[in-house]
Antibody, heavy 118, light 111 residues
């Protein structure tokens, strides 16, 4: 059974850093395209970043230069390193697996809340 | 505001059909057949209901169907049931910079 479990969220001051983790089971992260998608309180979904099987990475303009997506194949875990955090980064962060050969997300984690506030 | 435009809310009575629209541009919805629809209950993760415009994942009711015309995609739910009351989001591949874009979401109320 495919499962994604995020962790690492919490309360952080503006300008601070946080690293989110997404532990995967039931499939191999390195064989998949993995993304982070966030949702601000009461708002819609926003795609954040993707890492391809070949390690290519892409980011939304809103986080480019501040966030870094990566994975640890030995731990089958996806990460999101978030630096220079802003109040507008406050959201539930979901990791999601892209379905093979198409651009839909077929499995999602339960999400982890990041609150950026002074 | 969101890259794709959806109505903020729609409603229908049990047994009726409703359609939710999702309008983008030729750079996303109109340019690729990678439109997806997600259902989200409060406090829960999204669940894909339709992918590649009109394909249903295994286990999703055939009451859900999708289509696309030009830059506008649509999700139709037939035979509305109380359990369909949720938020629905469309998404599309864009291909440059922001690879995936979402709609602002539509709250479906079953009267």
């Amino acid at each position: 059974e495919v499962q994604l479990v995020e962790s690492g969220g919490g309360l952080i001051q503006p300008g601070g850093s946080l690293r989110l983790s997404c532990a995967a089971s039931g499939f191999t992260v390195s064989d998949s395209y993995m993304s982070w998608v966030r949702q601000a309180p009461g708002k819609g979904l926003e795609w954040v970043s993707v890492i391809y099987r070949g390690d290519n990475t892409y980011y939304a303009d809103s986080v480019k230069g501040r966030f870094t997506i990566s994975r640890d194949n030995s731990k089958n875990t996806l990460y999101l390193q978030m630096n220079s955090l802003k109040v507008d980064d406050t959201a539930v962060y979901y990791c999601a697996r892209r379905k093979s050969t198409t651009w839909t997300f077929d499995y999602w984690g339960q999400g982890t809340l990041v609150t950026v506030s002074s | 505001q969101s890259a794709l435009t959806q109505p903020a809310s729609v409603s229908g009575s049990p047994g009726q059909s409703i359609t939710i629209s999702c309008t983008g541009t030729s750079s996303d919805v109109g340019g690729y057949d990678y439109v997806s629809w997600y259902q989200q209950y409060p406090g829960r993760a999204p669940k894909v209901m339709i992918y590649d415009v009109s394909h249903r994942p295994s286990g999703v009711s055939n009451r859900f169907s999708g289509s696309k015309s030009g830059n506008t995609a649509s999700l139709t739910i037939s035979g509305l049931q109380a359990e369909d009351e949720a938020d629905y989001y469309c998404s599309s591949y864009r291909g440059t910079n922001t690879l995936v874009v979402f709609g602002g979401g539509t709250r479906l109320t079953v009267l």
